[in-house]
């Protein structure tokens, strides 16, 4: 046997189906092995390998043993010349097997190889090449040094930095997230040491390849991606404890102290100062939004006070008083999931700020004595109104989570069939947050499909040009090589790549794995017709209608006038009515304002059904504004317009109304 392949699995199935697929293709002509140890993970993992990977040889432990000793378990059974251990959140090219055996072949005395390993972004990922943490590099490391001097021979030693990452070289430790070892050297030198349980284990075991006389090599050859830490998210904060631990067990293993100099002990407390550091930043970095908002209602209620009473003096009547209102109002941004999931949501910010105002001016009946102004609190209110969602929206600019329902401007890049497969499903899956813009197809097809926006070879224009978030490769005839050629230039422009494996079932991206399957129509409960929902739906409509009438109807002609709108008329509540479309057939905020009277009257809704989307006895109200008109509008084929409706009434929310509305009016 050539070559062992060695993955340890814990819960990020969808980057190992990825990271199979891409190791099966490397190792065609090889004679080789594949292993996969599953630590006990609960995401389907072990399922997915034995019904889609017969070749592979899987051992499912009952528990999670740890890094060290689950690619142990493989390393007692793998017969291989060479035995490859990568981590299953990788991605190799198709001619990365290749490489490292001819590099190994033309050296003997190289024990142990490592490649040159990217980000998602295209940028070097540093542990790939490093030195030992002596004291001398831990201390420039821990001071920072290392970052302030990167180039420099005695500062940027921790990660070689002073090093060209383009050029072959010996070092002391490579990254264990991809790990080329010689039988010969792996005989001479053991297994990993399980006292490590996940983290130092490969420092470690490079430190005894050097020990025991062996090369431990560097070569840019060939390069992989590495979707840093995906196994540890599952639980981050007993990650970082195990990073540190580790570092400590290998401080005290290999660094002795003397009754003179205790070595070992000044290793140890720079790695729990560290620790210690870590742990405030971590904490600092969740709590940056919540320290945003309180001190942001905080100043504006001192604002209010002033305003009111032309004084700061009357304070201390309600130095009490104000840490309950405050505490009132960040209680509601958190139950919304503002410091959570919808961090960046500006729906759901204005519902909060609202229902905190609410509250507290319910409070001052309870608090008569030290109650602020009535006045104070509208003051406060309004201008939390701008601060809460503001600051969210300067903060997130084009982020997925500014919106429920998405702005990330997708491309999808593949052959023409599963493209638009994808296409679709994002289309019509709103909770994934994308919006698609077009599709690159790279077989050339003759295929008129509007949805088409351009070729493979005008990528980098197609992204400037349409403002792109994120490029998606689809296709299984797309080789790993092409990806690994864009990702530079496409990280310059800021732009996110992302992956989906052979099945179209999943997107790999750096920060999630997003599930692709589609809403099914066999779940009835549908929250648009809860008595709840449509009692607040018409309250809303009677609410904004009137306000839209009174403060934006005056433009809309003008609007429509300066945009170049068609005028179109369509048979709607037994009449014919007027309303108005770009030249391509799309509609926009102004398109439908003239039935803002319908509205007030009952007849449609500012929300619901598209105008022309035939009823199909759903009994569900049209609507000035519908997810379709902020979705594609024209582009969408008749499943995919039901689709969306049918999300829409599962779905639907007084938030995703305001979402839908928002986003209509800003174009997004």
């Excluded at 500062?155 to 010689?182: Q, W």
């Excluded at 970082?240 to 631990?245: A, K, Q, S, V």
């Excluded at 006038?561 to 037994?574: F, N, Y």
């Excluded at 009434?649 to 938030?655: K, P």
Aim: glycine share 6%.
């Amino acid at each position: 046997m050539k070559l062992s392949i060695i993955i340890v699995n814990y819960n990020v199935k969808a980057f190992l189906q990825q990271a199979l697929e891409s190791i099966i293709k490397a190792t065609q002509g090889i004679e080789s092995e594949i292993f996969v140890v599953d630590n006990h993970s609960v995401d389907g993992s072990v399922e997915l390998v034995s019904n889609h990977f017969p070749q592979v040889k899987l051992m499912a432990n009952s528990i999670n043993y740890g890094f060290a000793k689950a690619n142990n378990q493989a390393l007692q059974q793998a017969t291989g010349e060479f035995v490859w251990l990568l981590n299953p959140d990788t991605l190799v090219q198709e001619d990365t097997a290749e490489k490292l055996i001819a590099t190994m072949q033309a050296d003997s005395k190289i024990g142990m190889l490592g490649c040159k390993i990217l980000n998602d972004d295209g940028s070097l990922q540093l542990a790939c090449r490093r030195s030992f943490p002596t004291p001398w590099v831990a201390f420039t490391k821990l001071l920072g040094l290392a970052n302030i001097f990167p180039r420099s021979k005695w500062f940027g030693k921790y990660n070689l930095t002073h090093l060209d990452p383009d050029h072959a070289y010996e070092v002391e430790a490579i990254s264990g997230s991809c790990m080329f070892v010689r039988r010969d050297a792996l005989d001479e030198v053991g297994h990993l040491d399980e006292t490590y349980f996940m983290y130092g284990e490969d420092l470690d075991w490079c430190f005894r390849f050097g020990q025991a006389g062996w090369k431990v090599f560097y070569t840019p050859e060939t390069s992989i991606i590495h979707y840093k830490g995906e196994s540890s998210k599952v639980a981050a904060w007993d990650s970082m404890t195990h990073f540190y631990r580790a570092m400590d067990i290998f401080a005290k293993k290999h660094f002795t102290s003397t009754s003179r100099f205790p070595l070992h002990w000044v290793l140890r407390g720079g790695i729990m100062l560290r620790y210690a550091v870590s742990v405030i930043t971590k904490l600092g970095r969740n709590s940056f939004a919540f320290f945003l908002d309180m001190l942001g209602i905080l100043f504006l209620t001192l604002i209010a006070i002033y305003l009111k009473f032309d004084t700061m003096e009357v304070l201390n009547r309600y130095v009490y008083v104000l840490p309950v209102y405050l505490g009132s109002w960040l209680a509601v941004i958190s139950s919304l999931g503002l410091y959570r999931t919808y961090k960046y949501s500006v729906g759901r910010s204005i519902v909060a700020v609202t229902v905190g105002f609410l509250i507290n001016v319910t409070l001052t009946y309870f608090f008569k004595d030290y109650a602020f102004s009535r006045i104070v609190m509208f003051i406060s209110y309004a201008g939390a109104l701008f601060w809460i969602p503001g600051w969210r929206i300067i903060a997130s600019s084009r982020r997925t989570q500014n919106y429920e329902l998405g702005t990330q401007r997708t491309l999808i890049i593949g052959d023409l069939k599963s493209a638009s497969d994808i296409y679709s499903r994002l289309m019509t899956n709103l909770a994934l947050g994308y919006t698609p813009i077009g599709i690159v197809e790279i077989t050339g097809s003759q295929t008129v499909d509007k949805r088409v926006v351009g070729r493979l070879d005008d990528l980098l224009d197609l992204v400037q040009y349409h403002k792109i978030d994120d490029v998606i490769f689809t296709s299984d005839n797309f080789k790993v090589k092409q990806i690994f050629e864009y990702l530079p230039a496409l990280s310059r422009q800021g732009v996110k790549i992302k992956l989906v494996p052979g099945n179209l079932s999943f997107i790999i991206g750096k920060s999630t794995v997003e599930n692709l399957q589609s809403v099914q129509f066999v779940d009835m409960d549908f929250k648009y017709y809860h008595p709840g929902s449509r009692f607040f739906k018409r309250f809303a409509d009677l609410i904004i209608a009137p306000l839209l009438m009174l403060l934006v109807s005056p433009f809309t002609k003008v609007v429509i006038r300066s945009k170049g709108l068609v005028a179109k008329q369509i048979t709607l509540l037994d009449t014919e009515q007027t309303i108005y479309q770009t030249v391509d057939g799309r509609q926009i905020f102004w398109s439908n304002l003239g039935l803002l009277p319908q509205v007030i009257r009952g007849k449609l809704s500012l929300v619901g059904s598209p105008l022309e989307l035939k009823d199909n006895g759903w009994d569900v109200k049209r609507g000035i504004f519908s997810l379709e008109s902020v979705r594609g509008g024209a582009e969408l084929n008749e499943e995919e317009r039901y689709s969306l409706l049918n999300y829409y009434l599962h779905n639907h929310s007084a938030l995703m109304d305001l979402e839908i509305m928002i986003k209509a009016f800003l174009g997004k």
